[in-house]
């Protein structure tokens, strides 16, 4: 499969889970593991990009922290998986999430508001 299929399908099934409020898994970085909650899918403004902003729920923690929000290449995502597990409504740090973007593709409304 060509990179921009991959993409274009990677990017897709994000854009579905977003709008079903669905937890991710996939592989980062050909060697990172991580379950998380897709949040943004856009277009980085600087490198032009499409990105993937979302927060890593698993192994669950007891508060939400800023370290675990990701900014994610979608050249550097592969098996990627829809799992049963819902996003939570809200994670803090979140209002600042959109700045990394340029064009944003699809996100979660609690997070992203106009």
């Given at each position: 499969m060509e990179s921009g299929q991959k993409?274009?399908?990677?990017?897709?099934?994000?854009?579905?889970?977003i709008r079903r409020r669905s937890v991710?898994?996939?592989?980062y970085q050909g060697t990172q593991q991580l379950v998380a909650e897709p949040i943004v899918?856009?277009?980085?403004?600087?490198?032009n990009k499409m990105m993937l902003r979302c927060y890593?729920?698993?192994?669950?923690?007891?508060?939400?922290?800023?370290?675990?929000?990701?900014?994610?290449?979608?050249d550097e995502i592969s098996n990627i998986k829809i799992t049963p597990m819902r996003t939570k409504s809200y994670r803090s740090g979140a209002k600042t999430i959109e700045g990394d973007m340029a064009e944003i593709i699809e996100s979660s409304s609690?997070?992203?508001r106009a």
């Open positions: 993409i274009n399908t990677t990017a897709e099934t994000l854009a579905r889970a991710v898994s996939f592989t899918l856009g277009m980085h403004k600087e490198t890593k729920s698993f192994p669950p923690s007891i508060s939400d922290s800023k370290d675990n929000w990701y900014l994610c290449d979608l609690d997070y992203v």
